[in-house]
């Protein structure tokens, strides 16, 4: 089982800022990484797939890079609504695995 | 518009078993799969397996191997998931989600259903 470790754990970040978010694999998934955004109380819901491509409706200040082990979430200027916890997947290998998460917070 | 609807919040003793639904509407049901995932109280996301809509295929996580079935109805566009043999660590809340197409990632999800097991 591919095991994917996110970092950091916590990130504190003002509005308006720049936010970098990490997902490293055990093993190489190729491209075939994703995004998600998860809001307290809410279903997940997909950013980024394929590891670059935004997802329908994702605002354009999302943006995802990487291939092999190492991936980042960039999120260039925080707004309100953005402050979540994020999940990366890979879908390379059965079983897919999610990191265990990054939360974005307030600073 | 693709929704995903699951069923109700369910409470269960240790032992007992659980089936949820999750109904789909606004895309054609049998031409995308269905996967569930499942996220414990205050923890991450795990992923318990698919069903093939148009087959009945399925691909289950070696961990829930013979204590999950997923199942579906094509005239009710409806799919299934039953977890047998239910422990407090199964107490969860258990999400179903669409298959883009590409077999890996959910694009849309269900909102969600509670299971609690506690005796």
């Known amino acids: 089982e591919i095991v994917m470790t996110q970092s950091p754990v916590t990130l504190s970040v003002s509005p308006g800022e720049r936010a970098t978010l990490s997902c490293r694999a055990s093993q190489s998934v190729s491209s075939y990484l994703a995004w998600y955004q998860q809001k307290p109380g809410q279903a997940p819901r997909l950013l980024i797939y394929?590891?670059?491509i935004r997802a329908t409706g994702i605002p354009a200040r999302f943006s995802g890079r990487g291939s092999g082990t190492e991936f980042t979430l960039t999120i260039s200027s925080l707004q309100s609504e953005d402050f979540a916890v994020y999940y990366c997947?890979?879908?390379?290998?059965?079983?897919?695995?999610f990191g265990q998460g990054t939360k974005v917070e307030i600073k | 518009q693709v929704q995903l609807v699951q069923s109700g919040a369910e409470v269960k003793k240790p032992g007992a078993s659980v089936k949820v639904s999750c109904k789909a509407s606004?895309?054609?049901?049998?031409?995308?799969?269905v996967h569930w995932v499942r996220q414990a109280p205050g923890q991450g996301l795990e992923w318990m397996g698919w069903?093939?809509?148009?087959?009945?295929?399925?691909n289950y996580v070696q961990r829930f191997q013979g204590r999950v079935t997923m199942t579906r109805d094509t005239s009710t566009r409806t799919a299934y998931m039953e977890l047998s043999s239910l422990r407090s660590d199964d107490t969860a809340m258990y999400y179903c989600?669409?298959?883009?197409?590409?077999?890996?990632?959910?694009?849309?999800w269900g909102q969600g259903t509670l299971v609690t097991v506690s005796s």
């Open positions: 989600a669409r298959d883009s197409g590409s077999h890996g990632y959910g694009d849309f």
């Open positions: 997947q890979q879908y390379n290998n059965w079983p897919y695995t």
């Open positions: 069903i093939n809509p148009n087959s009945g295929d399925t």
């Open positions: 606004g895309y054609p049901f049998s031409g995308y799969y």
């Open positions: 394929d590891a670059s």
